[in-house]
């Protein structure tokens, strides 16, 4: 609160279809990246199953979560954080990315944007805090001396070095395609229409701004209240439009 206090908060998840809630969670952290599996792990518990395609934002678009929508066969249109970035003239034209290098699979070699080739010299390995492995393979440029671009490319005093997951290379390519496919733009389009719009009418229409219980325990049971008030205000305007349709 920047005045020495610490003010509990929590990261309410919600999934929506036709802005029903079908399932909520609770978590206590700031990002939205690592809540995504427990979150679908929770609405599948509770309904059996999980819905054929996830449609989220970029603050889900991580490598772990990827690979959790692959192993569990969902169609994923999912951002990731660069995604709009690199529409931009800016970052097309930026050498010191590797969106703009080449990849030689077969020589597992990069090469940069003055034609010179780095070489891979070591993988490393991190295990995210629910036990997800990460692979990051390490390269190094065999020279940058007398580059004319090095300036552009990179602060180092040395040559370039860079370090890549080439699985996350391989979802983002994926999520690309997705995303700028036909179906792809229609579905992320109705995302906004979707939790964005339930959570706009919880917090600004019905004024719920802050909650009212303390606790993890309280706090998502007044969540599940809340949700079911939704669904039940939703469905009554819902049944209300149906039956002036039908009487015009």
């Not at 206590?28 to 449609?55: F, N």
């Not at 692959?70 to 969106?99: C, F, M, N, P, R």
């Not at 295990?127 to 990460?134: A, M, R, V």
């Not at 229409?193 to 049971?221: A, C, D, H, T, W």
Request: hydrophobic share 30%; charged share 30%.
């Amino acid at each position: 609160m920047r005045n020495g206090q610490l003010k509990p908060g929590y990261n309410i998840q919600i999934g929506t279809e036709n802005q029903f809630i079908i399932g909520y969670s609770l978590h206590q952290r700031p990002t939205d990246t690592r809540c995504l599996k427990p979150h679908l792990e929770k609405v599948k518990d509770a309904l059996g199953k999980l819905p054929e395609t996830i449609i989220a934002d970029a603050g889900y678009g991580g490598e772990e979560n990827y690979a959790y929508l692959e192993s569990e066969q969902l169609g994923a249109i999912v951002k990731y954080s660069t995604y709009h970035k690199e529409k931009s003239k800016k970052w097309q034209q930026d050498i010191s990315k590797l969106d703009n290098w080449g990849y030689d699979e077969a020589e597992d070699t990069w090469t940069c944007a003055a034609g010179r080739k780095l070489l891979f010299r070591y993988e490393s390995k991190e295990l995210t805090e629910s036990g997800y492995e990460i692979k990051r393979r390490h390269y190094r440029s065999m020279s940058c001396e007398g580059c004319p671009f090095k300036e552009a490319c990179t602060k180092a005093q040395g040559n370039r070095e860079i370090t890549v997951s080439l699985k996350y290379l391989k979802y983002k390519q994926q999520a690309r395609e997705k995303l700028q496919s036909e179906e792809g733009y229609v579905l992320s389009v109705r995302r906004m229409i979707e939790p964005e719009s339930v959570f706009g009418q919880m917090k600004n229409n019905r004024g719920f701004r802050r909650f009212l219980l303390r606790g993890l325990p309280k706090v998502n049971l007044e969540v599940g209240w809340l949700s079911l008030a939704h669904n039940l205000l939703k469905k009554a305007a819902t049944d209300r439009k149906l039956k002036k349709a039908e009487q015009g």
